[in-house]
């Protein structure tokens, strides 16, 4: 687990961008952090890191939104499932060769993958964020210290 402070919308982007990079076919990322915190802004940046072109919303009505890139990305959005107890297809997105994120992902812990990625956000001041990389796996920890060398 590493904790670093992001000073400005641009490094934000720019380690979403990294992160993007560097992902899988099955990857999934868990984006945690208060309303404002930059779950959305930390996937548009992921998805340019995925070479995805088209204009990535919040899918906070639709819970999950598709993009096609260098992967494909499967962008959900749990905060309306907070008492969800049915599992609504989510394994299903895991298991199709592309790249799951997953804001407010607490939400929809049993329907989870054993392995992930978990960025926690942490609203600072209007631009500043601090934001805490966590791994639950090994492919995870070395994409950590990957996007961490080139920081």
């Known amino acids: 687990m590493k904790t670093i402070k992001l000073a400005s919308l641009e490094e934000t982007e720019r380690l979403g961008e990294s992160i993007g990079r560097r992902l899988q076919a099955n990857d999934c990322v868990l984006l945690e952090g208060d309303l404002g915190a930059g779950k959305t802004t930390l996937t548009k940046a992921i998805a340019i890191g995925l070479d995805i072109k088209a204009m990535v919303k919040s899918p906070t009505f639709t819970i999950i939104r598709e993009y096609e890139g260098r992967l494909p ?7 309306r499932l907070e008492h969800a107890e049915d599992d609504l297809g989510f394994e299903e997105y895991f298991n199709k060769d592309g790249v799951v994120v997953i804001e407010w992902a607490h939400y929809i812990a049993p329907f989870l993958p054993a392995h992930f990625l978990r960025l926690s956000l942490k609203h600072i001041a209007e631009t500043t964020r601090e934001i805490t990389l966590e791994a639950e796996g090994t492919n995870y920890q070395a994409l950590i210290e990957e996007v961490l060398a080139e920081w």
């Open 73 to 79: 990305l499967y962008h959900m959005d749990a905060y």
